[in-house]
């Protein structure tokens, strides 16, 4: 039997596909990406993430958002690992501990996909 490659999904990959919804001509490959971004912020507990992390200076250590979110640890971590797949994120490693912030260019480009032109608000 044959196997297929499994494909893996780079950080930023789907935010750096994202097209502006309002703009013409959105192809496939920029309308899934777009739909996975929204899909990794369909969920309330990562557009919390999201907000904490959006508010800090800093890199917020995962263990630091158990209590804000109320939420279990392995619940936390599988919501950062959710946004960081999306391109949302960047972590770092130190010692035991992974810190997470928001990607600079990530939300850049986010703000980017929801301008719908003239007319709105």
């Not at 919804?21 to 899934?32: N, R």
């Not at 959710?82 to 770092?92: I, P, Q, T």
Request: proline share 5%; aromatic share 4%; with cysteine.
């Amino acid at each position: 039997m044959a196997t297929r490659p499994i494909a893996v999904l780079e950080p930023t990959s789907a935010v750096a596909c994202c097209a502006p919804v309002a703009g013409s001509g959105l192809s496939d490959a920029e309308a899934e990406a777009t739909a996975h971004l929204f899909k990794a912020l369909a969920d309330p507990a990562r557009v919390r993430i999201l907000n904490v992390l959006a508010t800090q200076r800093d890199a917020v250590c995962g263990c630091d958002l158990e209590a804000p979110l109320d939420l279990s640890q392995p619940t936390v971590s599988f919501h950062l690992k959710k946004l960081h797949e999306a391109g949302l994120l960047d972590r770092e490693k130190r010692g035991v501990w992974v810190y997470y912030s928001l990607n600079v260019e990530a939300a850049r480009r986010l703000s980017g996909v929801l301008r719908f032109g003239r007319g709105t608000r």
